[in-house]
């Protein structure tokens, strides 16, 4: 079984990738390096892929690729991922996350791919209040430029199952955190800034909800999902680990001894949706899979290692403080 991987070079993605080498599967990561992609992340199995650096909206190299590797089963990881990047400004999104997405599924149908796993996020479902959850028929009610193309990308892969037969199960993951995440979500953002004793800066009043998977957890759903699902299904992948944005603020800080006076609550993100929240029978009925990693340990696992990895967060800050002062002010 060849594995082709999009995006494997980014957060998830990379966990994925080497997952998928611990499980000695042949695996070929595509990948465009964009601010977020790094090949840090894989420089310990780099000698056990194969990678090729590509923009998947190229479909003449991506056609490529698959006419030299051709792979069994497609795992779509690449996308632009950051909601307040798609506030800024949304054309990336619509790039990478619907014509990307288009171009991956026209040339697997073309190559009569096995299997095309199309990961989308519990952030298409739109917003919750205090109660209630999504189910995988939940309507999808995007409410940000990024959830929106993602929720394109997710209904065009059902499309092509539909009218070609493209044989893709689509996955809907909540929130993931963990080791080697770019420093512009929000756990790894409150680490760095209370190591410096900076003001950390928290939307609003802290009070949306999330629900936090560790990002190990997520990749081994997916290789249970390619074992187990079934084509043509959703799968949605939660933890089950609901927490307010200020009490996750609140326990790195714990973690790290910092005081809670650097909390400084800045203007809410526009539109900003106020709770997710995963309904994950059918993955555990049908998959007999369940998150394994609570938040109180994934937390301290993720402010651990970027404590022994200040050396990559270094390489990144310099971009990054010009870009928290656009977005916090």
Request: charged residues 30%.
């Given at each position: ?42 420089s ?17 190299f991506?056609?490529?690729i ?118 512009e ?49 959703i799968y949605?992948?939660g933890?089950?680990e ?31 949706d ?9 993955i ?46």
């Amino acid at each position: 079984m060849k594995l082709l991987v999009t995006g494997g070079a980014g957060f998830i993605g990379s966990e994925f990738v080497r997952q998928a080498v611990e499980k000695s599967l042949e695996t070929v990561v595509v990948d465009k390096l964009t601010y977020a992609g790094d090949l840090e992340r894989l420089s310990d199995i780099e000698d056990q892929i194969k990678f090729y650096k590509a923009d998947i909206t190229n479909r003449e190299f991506i056609e490529h690729i698959f006419k030299t590797e051709k792979p069994d089963i497609v795992v779509h990881w690449a996308a632009e991922s950051h909601v307040d990047r798609s506030i800024l400004d949304a054309s990336p999104f619509i790039d990478a996350n619907v014509r990307g997405t288009q171009v991956l599924l026209d040339v697997s149908k073309e190559n009569d791919i096995n299997l095309f796993i199309n990961i989308a996020t519990d952030e298409v479902y739109g917003e919750l209040g205090e109660d209630g959850q999504f189910y995988e028929d939940t309507p999808l009610i995007p409410n940000s430029p990024y959830s929106a193309s993602k929720a394109a990308a997710d209904m065009l892969g059902r499309a092509y199952h539909r009218t070609y037969g493209l044989p893709l199960i689509t996955v809907r993951p909540s929130n993931n955190y963990g080791w080697w995440q770019y420093p512009e979500k929000l756990i790894p953002v409150v680490i760095l800034k209370a190591l410096n004793n900076e003001p950390i800066p928290v939307y609003g009043t802290g009070e949306n909800i999330r629900e936090w998977l560790f990002v190990s957890d997520c990749a081994e759903a997916v290789f249970k999902i390619i074992e187990k699902g079934k084509t043509g299904e959703i799968y949605n992948v939660g933890s089950g680990e609901e927490r307010r944005n200020i009490d996750v603020v609140k326990s790195i800080l714990n973690i790290l001894g910092k005081p809670e006076d650097l909390i400084t609550f800045v203007k809410d993100r526009l539109g900003h949706d106020f709770r997710y929240s995963l309904n994950t029978d059918k993955i555990e009925k049908e998959i007999g899979w369940k998150a394994k990693v609570r938040f109180e340990e994934g937390v301290e696992m993720t402010v651990k290692w970027y404590l022994d990895n200040m050396q990559w967060v270094d390489k990144k800050l310099k971009y990054l403080k010009n870009y928290w002062e656009k977005v916090y002010g």
